[in-house]
Each structure stands twice: as C-alpha cells, then as structure tokens.
C-alpha cells in the first residue's frame, strides 16, 4: 500500500459562544483538514489547529508545511510506517506540532482502517468511553454560576472554570458554583498562566472546601519551577498545560517532580504518537495524564479521545473543544452522552470523510 495523494484545506467555523481566557478572547477557529490517498482504495483524514500562542503556528504555515514537506515526503511512501515518517517530520518541521498531528492523526487513521477495527483497540482498548469536561471561560461571577447550572442541566457532570486574571473574584466563583451544583459535580480550574505563587497558593487554601479536582497551570509556562513551588504546597493537584510541549518536557517536569498531572493535546505535542511516549514517562513517575484540546473539529477530538482510551494512566478528559464550532465538516466523530464522551466503532478515527 502507497500513498498516491496528499490533500489539505482550510476551513473556517465560527464559535456559537465566543469565550474568554487569561490572555485572549476566541470567537472562531480555523481547522486545516488533510486526507492521505492510498492505491489501496483507502483514505486517512486528519486535522490540524493552529495557534500561534498554543502551537506556533499560523494557517499558511501549516499549509506551506504540507505543501512543500509532506507531500514530497508521503508521495509514494508506505502509510503503515508512521514511526519513520514522524521521525522525519521531527526532523524537518521540528517547530510545527499541529501540521505533524494531522499527518500522524491520518496515518493512525489508515492502519485502522485497514485493521477493520476503530483506533483505541488497535492501540490497546484499555475502556470504551471516559468522561470529559466542559469548558466555561472567563465570565462574570453570576453569569459563571448560572452557565455551570445550565451545563449540569444539560447532563454535564465535570465542570473547567477558566480564571488567571482576578484571584478574589475566581475564589468567589468556585465557592458560588460548588454550592450551586452540589458535591457531585467534579469542578476544575484552569489560570491559564494568570497567577504567581502566592496567588496560587491563596487560591487553592481559599478553594479547599469546594473540593476541586486539580487546578491547571496556574503559573507561567517558562518557569516550570514555579509550578513546582505551588504543588510542594498545593492543598489539591497541580497540572502542567502550556509548560508540556515536548517529550523532554514531560521527562523534565517529572523528574524534578514539579506537578501531579500533565494535561496532553495532540496539537500541542504532535499527535497520537508523541502523545503515548509522553503518556509512558508520566506513568512510569506516578503522575496521571488528561487529554485536553484546543477550539478543534470532532475529527482531531477523535484522534484525543482514542489515545485516552486506549490508556490507563490518561484518568481524565477534557474534550469539548468541537462543541461550539458551526459546520464543523466532521460532526458526530464523536458522541457525548449524559458526560461521557464516546468513539465511532467504525474503523480508524470513526470519520468517513469530510461533508
């Protein structure tokens, strides 16, 4: 089997509810779909999200990276040798992590399907669904409450409250919402970089009542030793999201032992296959892994999910990211029911192509 077409096209989706973090407000995403043609009759599909501040990359640089790196590379190659063409990606698109996990994302999806079987068991089948969260940005503190009750209406049972940038009015937030919604609903709060260590420190003894899961990179990202300063001291778990880029990251960051939890998105890291590597280093030092994503299609959602299914030490999900996009070309990849998030059981990612 060779691969005898590479094709990639930008789309754009606008989000049904624009939101707010720390450091920027969204209000629309643009994807880049790829689809690798084999002479065996069959078609991966991938996805890239670029980001310049997540991921370091623009659209026309992912574009420009298929068009003149991957498709010279996979024309006529071998789809099933996804270990050598990561490797030669790394070497010659080293700073472009979403353009290497819509190439790794494809090629996963061919071996699937051409196994007949969907990805998470191909990859180990470890449990069938896992529940996720659902992702509320920053919001005024009755506007916060009143969303978290609406989203535990609509059968949400794990809520993430963006905060980072008022430590007073995000410890009020968390109070209000826990009474709210009760000692059921697992809460978790993400600062996205917002606060130094005292902050960090007030918020977590302020929060301890509530009970929160874990708080996500409280700190900045280029000082992966201030996140080790608030764990060492942290009432609840610490995770580290924008500080995880690499496998030497995740090695660093265990080593040391500066967090309990690493939050792993595929864009952010390159895909499935960098992702079990950095899963396998946070489980060998005791540290459990979330799956996270960025504002990306169900198809890339997909790829997350059956890499955290087929894993036990990745305990949690946080894979909301397609639910807000309009005419995402590739919904329903995925299914979300009463908080639990479900693959396709159709083979590879579960996408048949893009509408």
Not at 2 to 17: D, G, H, K, S
Not at 252 to 274: C, F, H, P, Q, T
Not at 284 to 291: L, T
């Amino acid at each position: 089997m060779r691969i005898t077409r590479v094709e990639a096209e930008p789309f754009e989706m606008r989000l049904a509810e624009p939101y707010s973090i720390a450091y920027e407000s969204i209000d629309s995403a643009i994807n880049v779909f790829l689809s690798l043609e084999t002479d065996a009759g069959i078609t991966g599909v991938g996805c890239a999200a670029p980001d310049p501040t997540i991921t370091g990359e623009t659209v026309e640089m992912v574009l420009d990276g298929i068009r003149n790196t991957v498709d010279p590379l996979l024309k006529g190659a071998d789809p099933l040798r996804i270990s050598w063409v990561n490797t030669k990606l790394s070497e010659e698109m080293p700073g472009r992590p979403s353009t290497r996990a819509a190439v790794d994302m494809a090629l996963h999806d061919i071996l699937g399907k051409r196994a007949s079987l969907p990805l998470w068991r191909l990859l180990g089948g470890f449990r069938d669904h896992i529940l996720t969260s659902i992702t509320i940005g920053i919001l005024p503190a009755d506007e916060t409450v009143m969303t978290a009750r609406t989203r535990v209406t609509e059968g949400f049972r794990c809520l993430k409250i963006k905060g980072g940038l008022d430590v007073n009015e995000d410890i009020e937030k968390m109070l209000r919402v826990r009474e709210e919604v009760g000692p059921d609903i697992a809460l978790r709060f993400d600062a996205n970089q917002g606060y130094s260590v005292p902050q960090a420190l007030e918020f977590t003894r302020a929060t301890r009542k509530a009970n929160l899961e874990l708080i996500e990179q409280p700190t900045p990202k280029d000082v992966p030793e201030l996140l080790g300063k608030v764990t060492r001291e942290s009432p609840i778990p610490v995770m580290a999201d924008e500080s995880l880029v690499r496998l030497q990251d995740a090695f660093y960051l265990a080593r040391a032992g500066l967090v309990d939890m690493v939050n792993v998105k595929l864009m952010k890291v390159g895909g499935i296959s960098e992702a079990l590597q950095i899963d396998a280093v946070a489980r060998s030092a005791g540290i459990e892994v979330m799956v996270g994503c960025v504002d990306e299609a169900a198809l890339a959602i997909a790829a997350g999910l059956h890499f955290a299914l087929a894993r036990p030490n990745v305990t949690r999900a946080d894979l909301d990211g397609h639910l807000d996009l309009i005419g995402d070309p590739t919904a329903g990849t995925v299914t979300i029911r009463e908080g639990f998030i479900y693959p396709s059981e159709k083979p590879g990612l579960g996408c048949t192509g893009l509408d």
